[in-house]
């Protein structure tokens, strides 16, 4: 029987388990990987105290953290499911199972797919959810980002850098997102920005060689090697029960990050709590773990 399981190591993840550390609780740390979406993300310039580092710079930072208080780490597995048990919470992966009187529910979210002819053809031929992990692939190619928010123009800013040409396919009036990474974007030479534009199909031999498109009720077809899909995000909570959710899946969390289950706590992407940034889903984490602790000291 745990004090704790945390579920996830991205930020929030992460340093819930620090704070977890220090108030020397018997935790462990369960997740697929290690980073999350921080690890997806190129050049941030808004995580307090850093000016400048990307993403997988980040996450490196916040392992090295993690893991200087001898965490135990179980990456590699799949939650398939947390219930409640009498007083306790009973956690099962596709590995193994786990007891805790606590657990903090810091799984974020997973890229949400087109559904269009192509794309389960081409995944890892051409179609990418990466930028970070793929765009070094692309060099000198012409490639099609589809989305218009933060995550597309970070993609963007990203392969304008690598890419000889860069298609953004927004479905939008215009692209959203923050102000400066917009105004960087659209100074860009090699990009071009195709609004009110859907993607109807991918189409290649054995590769991505074309993106079919239908702008403004006309189609086209724009001959790209690469595309990257960032349309938005499906939280990870299928595989918890009980637990209130909203109509988007976000797992629904009060001030002190707790569920309407007694025991069950959430943090960062996962839940609610408006704005999806690596410094709320932090603070989200170790609101989490305090409140945690208190609630495993009681039981």
Not at 74 to 98: F, H, P, Q, R, W
Not at 99 to 117: F, T, W
Not at 152 to 181: C, F, R, S, T, W
Request: aromatic share 6%.
């Amino acid at each position: 029987m745990h004090d704790l399981i945390i579920i996830g190591a991205g930020p929030a993840g992460i340093t819930a388990s620090v704070y977890a550390a220090r108030k020397k609780m018997d935790f462990r740390v369960v997740t697929g990987d290690i980073g999350g979406q921080t690890a997806w993300s190129g050049d941030i310039e808004n995580y307090t105290g850093y000016q400048f580092i990307s993403g997988p710079e980040l996450v490196r930072k916040f392992e090295e953290h993690m893991l200087s208080y001898n965490t135990s780490v179980k990456e590699g597995e799949e939650v398939i499911e947390v219930s409640k048990a009498g007083e306790s919470i009973l956690i099962k992966t596709d590995k193994a199972s786990y007891q805790a009187k606590s657990v903090i529910i810091a799984s974020g979210k997973r890229s949400k797919e087109l559904n269009v002819p192509g794309e389960k053809e081409y995944k890892n031929k051409g179609i990418s959810y990466c930028a970070t992990c793929d765009g070094p692939l692309f060099s000198a190619k012409n490639v099609a980002i589809i989305g218009g928010g933060n995550s597309a123009l970070d993609a963007a800013l990203q392969l304008i850098k690598i890419a000889k040409h860069v298609y953004i396919i927004n479905n939008a009036p215009e692209l959203g997102g923050e102000a400066m990474m917009r105004h960087k974007v659209e100074e860009a030479q090699n990009v071009k920005i195709l609004n009110n534009s859907n993607v109807t199909a991918v189409l290649g031999e054995k590769m991505v060689s074309s993106v079919k498109i239908n702008q403004d009720g006309n189609e086209k077809v724009l001959s790209v090697e690469g595309v990257f899909v960032e349309i938005g995000l499906i939280p990870n909570s299928s595989f918890v029960k009980g637990v209130e959710k909203n109509s988007r899946g976000e797992i629904k969390v009060n001030s002190r990050n707790e569920t309407n289950i007694p025991g069950i706590f959430a943090a960062g992407d996962v839940t609610d709590v408006p704005e999806k940034q690596i410094v709320i889903a932090a603070g989200e984490g170790s609101k989490a773990c305090l409140s945690a602790f208190r609630y495993a000291a009681q039981h």
